[in-house]
């Protein structure tokens, strides 16, 4: 085993396991990329170490300076990822967090030292964006790292994902990704497409109006600065809708082979499952997803035990991601 200076050393280079006994056609193979195996559990590690490593090098963060502040609005991965980052490197890190998330989420947060300032539950994620950027306005000494429009976000996918994926799976046909911020697919998906322009770059999305904990439907009004500087419209070959509940049952799904994901990590499953039975018979392919995080911030969902209509149900009250 080789020995690591610091935990910030472990982000990135996570395994990639083949997944194909869950796809639907034997000429389809399938590979998850298991992003939970981050210090910090998700694939959102590598974005908050570019975002504050680009913050460092472009002189808004001084290392070893005190009481320097970071805000950022999330309930989900990247706030986790950036308390453990910030922690680790002396910054001071608010999270703007709507009231309604799920206590794990809370507990993680609390455990890396972060502060937390409740949103309105009633106005979910995006009111809890807009409290963010209000307070960054009054307070300009504060830095406000925006994953949504941060270029460093998509540049982690492009500098780490990207070239692990296709170093560990040169004969990559497709690249199935959920779409929260964009940046995984803006990053790898741009990297692939100038390594290997065949590539088909696939998103996975809920419908308009429903909730998958961690993705977006661009349908629903706000498009990332990022997917529009990186002409996001151009780059994906191709959308796949996800509903609720289909990402419940491909969470279940995925003990079959072993793994205990997030539910976002069900649904991009699902999703890739309706990549691999739209390709031809006579074709062969190979679809690389992510799973983006492991299960245990989501075990308050129920979604391995409860019934599954009771699950989609209280997912609509709860903010899990
Ligand atoms: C659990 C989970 N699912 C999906 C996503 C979407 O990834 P991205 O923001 O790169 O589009 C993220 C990141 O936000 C995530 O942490």
Not at 91 to 106: D, F, G, W
Not at 184 to 212: C, I, N
Request: proline share 6%; aromatic share 6%.
């Amino acid at each position: 085993m080789a020995r690591y200076a610091s935990v910030l050393e472990l982000i990135g280079d996570t395994p990639i396991v083949d997944v194909s006994a869950l796809s639907p056609k034997s000429n389809v193979a399938i590979l998850a990329k298991l992003e939970g195996r981050n210090p910090a559990g998700s694939v959102k590690d590598r974005v908050a170490i570019s975002l504050v490593d680009a913050a460092e090098a472009d002189g808004i963060l001084i290392p070893g300076k005190p009481d320097q502040i970071l805000i950022e609005p999330s309930s989900g991965n990247t706030g986790i990822a950036l308390a453990m980052v910030c922690r680790l490197r002396g910054y001071h890190l608010k999270v703007v967090l709507p009231s309604n998330v799920s206590p794990e989420r809370r507990q993680l947060l609390l455990a890396w030292g972060a502060e937390i300032i409740d949103s309105p539950g009633t106005e979910g994620s995006n009111g809890a964006v807009r409290l963010a950027q209000r307070l960054a306005d009054e307070h300009s000494e504060w830095t406000f790292l925006y994953q949504y429009a941060n270029p460093a976000n998509p540049a982690a996918h492009y500098r780490t994902t990207g070239p692990e994926i296709l170093r560990d799976v040169p004969e990559i046909t497709h690249f199935v990704a959920g779409l929260g911020t964009s940046g995984t697919l803006m990053g790898v998906g741009r990297f692939l497409k100038e390594a290997k322009p065949d590539v088909q770059v696939w998103a996975v999305e809920p419908p308009s109006g429903e909730m998958v904990d961690g993705l977006r439907s661009l349908e629903d009004g706000y498009i990332p600065p990022i997917f529009i500087d990186n002409h996001g419209a151009d780059l994906l070959d191709r959308k796949v809708v996800v509903r609720p509940r289909e990402s419940i049952e491909w969470t279940r799904k995925m003990t079959e082979v072993g793994l205990f994901v997030g539910l976002s990590s069900g649904a991009i499953m699902a999703g890739a499952v309706k990549c691999a039975s739209l390709i031809d018979d006579n074709e062969s392919a190979t679809i690389v997803t992510i799973v983006c995080d492991d299960g245990w911030k989501y075990l308050s969902t129920g979604a391995w035990s409860d019934d599954i209509d009771d699950v989609v149900d209280r997912a609509k009250k709860i903010i899990y991601f």
